[in-house]
């Protein structure tokens, strides 16, 4: 699995279902970094995976549901999280709203219904990281760095940090789809993180302090 793209946790107690996501997502930006069944896995999963996004689905069979999978997500490990449902109840519907998902897919759905989600979800992570954030600088980012970003990685670091994908920053900076991952790759490993929401969140705090 190459860690330049976006990883999904998927939980989802039908494996049936989740392997159906999963084949919805071969050959694009998005990689399945996991498939979790229950509470437990899911747990589990975002502690070992550093996932960028989770698909959750709000009816598991299991102690805990995936409203309040989210609820830990929100206060552990904040990544964006849709929930996948094929529920109409208010009540539910109202827990569910309350985790501030970035997203619902209602079952059944389709791949364009389940790429567009996602690509929406993590465009508006990637702005609301930004909110009240200045603009990234360089020098401040390396100060706080061992190895030192180039000027090149500090032009991919702003186009990560704006959600873009890799292809998206192959056409914007004319560079080849291998130049573009091992950039990423090197940035990862001078940021020390493993995924890019966790890439945004230490560059959001650097920005802050």
């Not at 995976?49 to 409203?67: F, H, R």
């Amino acid at each position: 699995m190459s860690a330049t793209e976006f990883k999904i946790l998927i939980v989802e107690d039908e494996p049936i279902i989740a392997e159906g996501i999963a084949l919805h997502l071969k050959n694009s930006h998005f990689c399945v970094s996991d498939i979790a069944y229950d509470a437990d896995e899911a747990v589990t999963s975002l502690q070992k995976k550093n996932p960028d996004i989770a698909i959750l689905d709000i009816n598991l069979e299991s102690d805990k549901d995936g409203i309040q999978i989210a609820e830990y997500i929100n206060k552990v490990c904040p990544i964006p999280f849709i929930f996948l449902t094929s529920y109409s109840d208010e009540a539910i519907m109202e827990r569910a709203k309350a985790t501030s998902p970035a997203g619902f897919i209602v079952k059944p759905f389709n791949k364009n219904t389940l790429i567009a989600t996602l690509e929406i979800a993590i465009s508006n992570f990637s702005r609301s990281s930004q909110n009240h954030v200045p603009h990234l600088s360089l020098t401040k980012i390396n100060r706080q760095l061992t190895d030192s970003l180039s000027d090149r990685e500090f032009e991919i670091v702003q186009l990560l940090y704006d959600g873009k994908n890799n292809q998206e920053i192959c056409d914007l900076l004319f560079i080849a789809m291998n130049t573009v991952k091992r950039h990423i790759t090197n940035i990862y490993f001078k940021l020390d993180v493993k995924s890019r929401t966790e890439a945004i969140s230490l560059l959001r705090t650097i920005m802050l302090a």
